[in-house]
């Protein structure tokens, strides 16, 4: 580069793209402190098969646990929670007694989506813990998991009478989602179809 170029002042594109590198960065680190700060629970995040038919269930039964196989038929008619869980999983320990205490709850049943775990792991956990489910299928491949839209394990799906979603707990209950979330989710499911019964019924 010869002198006069050396003095020859830089455009305002040259400028631009020498602080380029710097005003990429800077955007994205605003973009995830923003996310970060935002407040949003991911316990809240939507899911797209709210208000629509659960995905089909046909998936065999946890060997040696004594409980059906987990298909339609399982939840159909019922007010059903389903849960996926594994015994590798911690938060699964964690949410376990809240599960143990909902299973006594007649509104409703528990069934359990067992994913990508062993068999005697999985019993051994319900062994040590205690069964809140009614029946139990195995996703050795993770591959129910997928058709529920599931992002990991521990989370649980509220399912009416009908099949249909109607909510969604990402990760692990806890004593505030168990009180502000799950129990408000079956109590308005109660009120609504016993409102239609009588409605029907008055027709």
């Known amino acids: 580069m010869s002198k006069d170029e050396q003095k020859r002042p830089r455009t305002f594109a ?8 710097l005003i990429i960065f800077g955007s994205l680190a605003t973009f ?16 797209v098969l709210i208000g629509k038919q659960a995905p089909s269930l046909s998936m065999q039964a946890l060997e040696g646990s004594g409980l059906p196989a987990l298909n339609d038929a399982a939840i159909s008619g019922k007010l059903t929670l389903v849960n996926v869980w594994a015994s590798w999983c ?23 989506l067992n ?14 813990l205690g069964n809140p489910y009614t029946a139990i299928g195995v996703d050795p491949n993770g591959a129910a998991a997928i058709d529920w839209g599931v992002y990991g394990v521990p989370e649980t799906f509220l399912i009416s009478p009908s099949g249909i979603i109607l ?14 979330k799950i129990l408000p989710a079956i109590e308005a499911t109660q009120y609504v179809y016993t409102v239609s019964s009588s409605s029907s019924g008055n027709s």
């Open 167 to 180: 909510y969604k707990h990402i990760g692990p209950i806890d004593a505030r989602g168990f009180e502000e």
């Open 90 to 112: 911690v938060p699964c320990r964690q949410e376990h007694p809240f599960l143990l205490e909902l299973s006594k709850d007649k509104r409703v049943q528990i069934v359990g």
């Open 115 to 128: 994913y990508k775990d062993k068999n005697e792991n999985a019993l051994k956990f319900l062994n040590e």
């Open 32 to 47: 995830f402190l923003l996310q970060l700060t935002s407040g949003r629970n991911a316990q809240d995040l939507p899911s």
């Open 14 to 21: 040259q400028k631009v793209a020498l602080f380029l590198p």
